[in-house]
């Protein structure tokens, strides 16, 4: 079944202890992304990939880190969290991205709802 | 840079009512369009885009370039239809790439 994955789910922390949101997607995409939602600002993302090794930074990428050493996965690092870093997160990821390509549709995972103290 | 704009944060109708739902975007070039839903405690997912021009669960878009819109319409709303809109524009970010832009989403609530 095509599908995007993440872990974890839910996740509560104290600022300042890093951690790392796992996104994998087993649909052979090159392209994925993060978006953060929040109640009243919509999706607004955080960084994309465009491919292995390229990434780029979306509307909101201060506080976050990505990389992208396998096509299939696709982590979000908070090295030091803040309470401003309170949302629900989802990962997505779609075929393509280059210029003149039919833009195909994006798959989204099921959300991390993140808290921090 | 490109845009989208819905102007509802709130939209509330009766069952039975037609249902507008705005959109309206800012883009340069020739804009793909998208409208996502999203239910109570699920993931996003696709409704419709314009490319395709189909009428999905009785929605249907019309891009207006003109006006630069891309409102979501139903004639007749369903209680199963409240939800999360979110109206989506994929343009290229100048990279030569191709990047996916939402509006801050409206919540639809029908009313039995």
């Known amino acids: 079944e095509a599908q995007v994955t993440q872990n974890p789910r839910y996740l509560i922390t104290v600022t300042g202890k890093k951690l790392t949101v796992t996104c994998s997607q087993n649909?052979?995409?090159?392209?994925m992304s993060w978006y953060r939602q929040d109640p009243g600002l919509g999706l607004r993302q955080i960084y994309y990939?465009?491919?292995?090794?390229?990434?780029d930074k979306g509307d909101v990428p201060e506080g976050y880190k990505v990389s992208r050493k396998e096509k299939r996965n696709f982590p979000l690092i908070l090295e030091s969290p803040s309470p401003n870093q309170t949302s629900l997160y989802f990962c997505?990821?779609?075929?393509?991205?280059?210029?003149?390509?039919?833009?195909?549709?994006?798959?989204f995972g099921p959300g991390t709802r993140l808290l921090v103290l | 840079a490109q845009r989208v704009t819905q102007p509802e944060k709130l939209l509330s109708v009766f069952k039975g009512a037609p249902v507008e739902l705005k959109c309206n975007y800012s883009?340069?070039?020739?804009?793909?369009l998208f409208w996502y839903v999203q239910y109570s405690r699920q993931r996003l997912q696709l409704l419709l885009r314009?490319?395709s021009r189909e009428s999905i669960k009785g929605f249907t878009a019309d891009l207006n370039k003109g006006e630069t819109s891309f409102h979501l319409k139903k004639p007749f709303a369903q209680e199963e239809d409240s939800a999360m809109y979110y109206c989506?524009?994929?343009?290229?970010?100048?990279?030569?790439?191709?990047?996916?832009?939402f509006g801050k989403g409206t919540k639809l609530s029908v009313i039995p």
């Open positions: 989506a524009l994929s343009g290229c970010s100048g990279a030569g790439s191709y990047q996916l832009t």
């Open positions: 990939s465009m491919n292995v090794e390229v990434t």
């Open positions: 997505a990821s779609r075929v393509g991205g280059l210029a003149g390509g039919l833009v195909e549709t994006q798959y």
């Open positions: 314009h490319i």
């Open positions: 649909m052979n995409h090159e392209y």
């Open positions: 883009y340069s070039g020739s804009p793909e």
